[in-house]
């Protein structure tokens, strides 16, 4: 069993950046692919982007490309996001998935978090 929790959503100005987290406990993350989704109302859950615990290897939507960027401390998963848009408003998840797969598709996904509002305003 693997638990995420994530936290740092809230309400941002166009522009503006926001540090979300995903803290993660159980099982060892290193056999794991971590992946950021969103979800706005009424749309299904969209890919973000991805990294290899084990590893520094990144994968990331056209959308937040150049925009967002993933790490990883520890237990920790951190994606930095800057220059937010009117359309980055969403609920963000972190999932885990077996390390085999891409993560870049919702259904690879053993375990999610409860998700984070994240709101940009005009």
């Known amino acids: 069993q693997v638990q995420l929790v994530e936290s740092g959503g809230g309400l941002v100005q166009a522009g503006g950046s926001l540090r979300l987290s995903c803290a993660a406990s159980g099982r060892t993350f290193s056999s794991y692919t971590m992946g950021w989704f969103r979800q706005a109302p009424g749309k299904e859950r969209e890919f973000v982007g991805t990294?290899?615990?084990?590893?520094?290897t990144t994968y990331y939507a056209n959308s937040v490309k150049g925009r967002f960027t993933i790490s990883r401390d520890k237990a920790t998963l951190y994606p930095q996001m800057n220059s937010l848009k009117l359309e980055d408003t969403a609920v963000y998840y972190c999932?885990?998935?077996?390390?085999?797969?891409?993560?870049?598709?919702?259904?690879?996904?053993?375990?999610w978090g409860q998700g984070t509002q994240v709101t940009v305003s005009s």
């Open positions: 990294i290899k615990w084990s590893g520094t």
């Open positions: 999932g885990a998935a077996p390390s085999y797969r891409t993560g870049r598709n919702a259904y690879e996904y053993s375990y």
